[in-house]
């Protein structure tokens, strides 16, 4: 059953009593409000029902003097169901006005919710722009475990980093990974400065009253926790794959030689992380290095990956990996994070195994032994928990959802070999190209793919309450 088409024939018999009890000519649509949350099992408020964004224009003003932030945010979307209101997840700053379609429209906002209501109710179907002028000073986001994310002001400079739902503190948007949607992104800040987002930089433009914009244009689609800005005096240094992937990196000057050893392999590492995972799936790479100390963790964020100082070669090879899983392949829920972070940490492992590191099997080995020699987190509480069913939301990023998540793929490597395992690989990461998924749909496509039974994976490594050891 397609719910869509259900809903649309409600909003046209409605529209039809309508204009026969009337003598009404207009086109008349009743709609009803749009979900304020998808039910997310760990964050239930976080994206909003009805309608799916097709396109986010950002024009965000910034100065890193006084850390004010001038945002407009023009959202594309279609709308699901008759709508005669939805919900955005915005977090702070002030909003200043909101048009649908051209007309100005009320809106209310409780916590995180953004209401807003149309002058005219919207029709199942319909594409429709809503335009959002906001400003004022981000406060970041503070999650279940601790961690802080968002719009986060830096010494001499900002960054966004939004896993899983710190974009709302500066962008007003359909925040789930589940609603991707194509970006452009302009900021304009003091000149001097960079500015850094994903994908491409269109144009460079002096905006004549001491300042610069940058246009970055991201035409796949982008979970809106991957989108990122950075300002600051970045070095930055453009180059390309040997397949012709353009990168574009800005790297702190203080980080620059540290980083040099680890992104100067980059190219090389995304031409060997194509050839297992299947072509690169965006049209730029790069990364964003800040100031050591600027954030507590790196972030994968879309065609180019924020690190907190100079990387080493296995974190640039991590978040590269997440390029194919977590960023073109998105997880369906935030209780899918093993899908991201296990595929990752695995590739780590994969490349440690063909460079002269350990083999996958010595690495899964030694974590059943708690031997740190070959990997140090051997003797984490890795297995805490099963990474398919972290117990709450301050558990998506906990040990067992990256090195027990490596495990599992691990264990099916062991039950089919080398040759159906690299299949699986490169297939999986073709057949939810620029999608999403969910665990059930990992274990259903492996078994399809390798045409194994492999219950027993799942049932103690992937979901099992008790050690693999
Ligand atoms: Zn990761």
Not at 22 to 46: E, H, I, M, N
Not at 153 to 160: F, T
Request: proline share 7%; with cysteine; hydrophobic share 35%.
């Amino acid at each position: 059953m397609d719910t869509r088409t259900l809903s649309r024939l409600a909003g046209l018999a409605s529209a039809v009593v309508l204009l026969a009890g009337t003598g009404c000519t207009a086109d008349t649509v009743q709609g009803r409000p749009g979900a304020s949350g998808l039910r997310d099992a760990y964050f239930p408020k976080a994206g909003n029902g009805g309608y799916q964004v097709e396109h986010y224009g950002l024009e965000l003003g910034y100065d890193p003097a006084d850390g004010v932030l001038h945002g407009r945010a023009v959202i594309t979307a279609r709308a699901e169901q008759g709508l005669s209101s939805f919900n955005l997840d915005f977090s702070g700053l002030k909003v200043e006005r909101i048009a649908v379609q051209g007309t100005g429209a009320r809106f209310n906002r409780t916590g995180t919710e953004l209401t807003v209501r149309p002058a005219d109710d919207l029709a199942a179907g319909e594409v429709f722009r809503t335009e959002v002028v906001y400003s004022g000073r981000p406060k970041p986001h503070e999650d279940p475990d601790g961690s802080t994310e968002g719009w986060i002001r830096l010494d001499g400079g900002a960054v966004a980093v939004g896993e899983p739902v710190g974009s709302m503190t500066w962008f007003p948007g359909n925040h789930h990974p589940s609603d991707k949607a194509a970006y452009d992104v302009v900021l304009t800040v003091p000149k001097g400065y960079e500015a850094v987002s994903n994908g491409r930089l269109r144009s460079r433009t002096d905006t004549g009253d001491g300042r610069t914009a940058f246009a970055w244009h991201s035409p796949e689609p982008v979970a809106s926790y991957l989108v990122t800005a950075a300002v600051g005096r970045f070095t930055v240094t453009e180059g390309r794959t040997p397949s012709g992937v353009p990168l574009y990196s800005a790297v702190d000057p203080g980080e620059e030689a540290g980083s040099a050893p680890a992104l100067g392999r980059l190219a090389e590492m995304t031409e060997w992380a194509a050839a297992r995972f299947g072509p690169y799936p965006f049209s730029a790479g790069g990364a964003i290095v800040l100031p050591s100390g600027s954030l507590e963790y790196a972030l994968e964020t879309q065609t180019r990956p924020v690190f907190p100082g100079a990387p080493t070669e296995d974190l640039v090879l991590h978040e590269l990996a997440h390029q194919w899983f977590g960023n073109s392949v998105s997880p369906a829920s935030w209780k899918d994070m093993w899908l991201n972070e296990g595929f990752a940490t695995y590739a780590e492992w994969l490349w440690a195994e063909e460079h002269g590191g350990p083999t996958a099997e010595q690495r899964f080995e030694a974590f059943l032994a708690g031997d740190t020699a070959v990997d140090p987190a051997a003797d984490s509480d890795w297995d805490a928990f099963a990474p398919a069913s972290p117990p709450g939301p301050e558990d998506i990023s906990g040990n067992p959802v990256y090195h027990r998540g490596a495990m599992v793929l691990h264990r099916i490597r062991q039950e089919a070999g080398d040759a159906a395992f690299s299949a699986l690989l490169r297939g999986w990461a073709a057949e939810r190209r620029h999608g999403n998924a969910s665990t059930a749909d990992f274990t259903a496509y492996a078994e399809k793919q390798t045409g194994l039974d492999l219950r027993r994976v799942w049932d103690v490594c992937l979901y099992g309450k008790d050690s693999p050891r």
